[in-house]
């Protein structure tokens, strides 16, 4: 049986969050997200199997076409993300979201991002 790491001990949380991450990402096999353009000033908020790839094509159609609404308001900048196992519970959860209030989709996101840095290179 291994001892609880010392108050404080950063090297041990350390270790704990990545064994915590890494199992995280054997069981999350779905996602929902909200991006964001440049100015934080449009959010959108979207399911998908594959991270890495929706973030992708949300950036090239904001500098190509711009037929989505993520790619006409350039909303291709990460800044919160959630995994799940199951599509239906990511579903649902997108449309959890999508009913909150704009001040309640802020408040979220600042939770885990209070500065609303880009997460891109956290899933790429």
Not at 22 to 28: A, E, G, K, N, P
Not at 47 to 69: L, P
Not at 84 to 95: G, V
Request: glycine share 4%; with cysteine.
């Amino acid at each position: 049986m291994t001892s609880r790491p010392a108050r404080g001990d950063k090297n041990a949380f350390l270790q704990i969050r990545y064994i915590y991450d890494l199992q995280s990402i054997m069981f999350t096999n779905y996602y929902i997200y909200i991006t964001t353009n440049q100015y934080r000033t449009t959010v959108y908020i979207g399911v998908t199997n594959n991270i890495q790839r929706r973030i992708s094509q949300h950036y090239f159609d904001s500098q190509n076409e711009k037929k989505s609404f993520a790619g006409k308001y350039n909303c291709y900048e990460l800044v919160y993300y959630e995994g799940f196992q199951y599509a239906t519970d990511a579903i649902a959860r997108e449309k959890q979201l999508k009913r909150w209030s704009r001040k309640k989709k802020n408040q979220l996101i600042e939770t885990v991002n209070p500065t609303w840095e880009s997460l891109n290179s956290e899933v790429f």
